[in-house]
């Protein structure tokens, strides 16, 4: 098993930055991909970006492409995700993700491990 705690969210003003963090814990070593995924009220559970656990790589949903940057820390067990330039689109609350193969790293449906999530208000 593995268990993930984020960071708490917050309300900011647009423009604003704002960086969330997940601890990772348990059975990290089958561990492939991270996730950071976002829903807000009313619509579906989206990609924000994720990483490679071994490698780093990166990916990011076109919409938060340049604002924002997912980064891990492996000795740590701790993921990152740096929002910067906040919109009042971006408000949701946050889901820190973890999955044991995660070849398609956008699907939710690829993910083993959830955290309880973490509001995030931009305000305009």
């Known amino acids: 098993q593995v268990q993930l705690v984020e960071s708490r969210g917050g309300l900011v003003q647009a423009g604003d930055s704002l960086r969330l963090s997940c601890a990772v814990s348990g059975r990290t070593f089958n561990i492939a991909t991270m996730g950071w995924f976002r829903q807000a009220p009313g619509k579906e559970r989206d990609i924000v970006a994720a990483v490679i656990w071994s490698a780093g790589t990166t990916y990011y949903a076109n919409s938060v492409k340049g604002r924002f940057t997912i980064s891990r820390d492996n000795a740590k067990n701790t993921v990152y995700l740096e929002m910067n330039s906040l919109k009042s689109e971006d408000t949701a609350v946050y889901y820190c993700?973890?999955?044991?193969?995660?070849?398609?790293?956008?699907?939710?449906?690829?993910?083993?491990?959830w955290g309880q999530g973490t509001q995030v208000t931009v305000s305009s």
């Open positions: 993700a973890a999955a044991r193969f995660g070849r398609n790293w956008y699907r939710a449906n690829e993910y083993d491990y």
